[in-house]
T-cell receptor, first 112, second 114 residues
């Protein structure tokens, strides 16, 4: 049972444009959501997170939006840069613990 | 400040064998979690260790076991290897209570079971 889903395995975006990565979840207990970025041969690195009490969190070029009623979150990257090319994982947890449930990832390719 | 280091980076085993993977935590972290990432999948939580004891376990059989040492480093042991155990094994360290956003991952150990 996939509790966190990323339905787009890949996405290509022109440099300078907006990249939008989507994530859906099914477990209503989740109260904290994170995005990780992974380059080849490296471990996932934390990018941005959002608590369920918020609907938006922004950090520089990265913004995460949470729609609890739809159980959907999205990551916006604007403007997209070549260094943003990586695999992006959506993850969720609850109760403040560090046991994360990950989605299957979306490979983002930024076209120069 | 050193990050999370894992060894070995790659290894090949045959079905039925046993394997031990090692992880050194980031300085200042006291909790270690292990994740399995199969090809084309996201990382799946195996278990977490805190104060040298297992502190939560995912949906993995008992042949997956672990240890945490007083210096907070950790080992993941897998007995009776199966073909489906082929995956990237990720170790992540954190500071208990500091929140999931400080979870720091290593680059992983890629296990191939033939």
């Amino acid at each position: 049972d996939q509790q966190v889903k990323q339905n787009s395995p890949s996405l290509s975006v022109q440099e300078g444009r907006i990249s939008i990565l989507n994530c859906d979840y099914t477990n209503s207990m989740f109260d904290y959501f994170l995005w990780y970025k992974k380059y080849p041969a490296e471990g996932p690195t934390f990018l941005i997170s959002i608590s369920s009490i918020k609907d938006k969190n922004e950090d520089g070029r990265f913004t995460v939006f949470l729609n609890k009623s739809a159980k959907h979150l999205s990551l916006h990257i604007v403007p997209s840069q070549p260094g943003d090319s990586a695999v992006y994982f959506c993850a969720a947890n609850w109760g403040g613990n560090e046991k994360l449930t990950f989605g299957t990832g979306t490979r983002l390719t930024i076209i120069p | 400040e050193t990050g999370v280091t894992q060894s070995p980076t790659h290894l090949i085993k045959t079905r039925g064998q046993q394997v031990t993977l090692r992880c050194s935590s980031q300085s200042g972290h006291n909790t270690v979690s292990w994740y399995q990432q199969a090809l084309g999948q996201g990382p799946q939580f195996i278990f977490q260790y805190y104060r040298e004891e297992e502190n939560g376990r995912g949906n993995f059989p008992p042949r997956f076991s672990g240890l945490q040492f007083p210096n907070y480093s950790s080992e993941l042991n897998v007995n009776a290897l199966e073909l489906d155990d082929s995956a990237l094994y990720l170790c992540a360290s954190s500071l208990s209570g500091a929140g999931a956003n400080v979870l720091t991952f290593g680059a992983g150990s890629r296990l191939t079971v033939l």
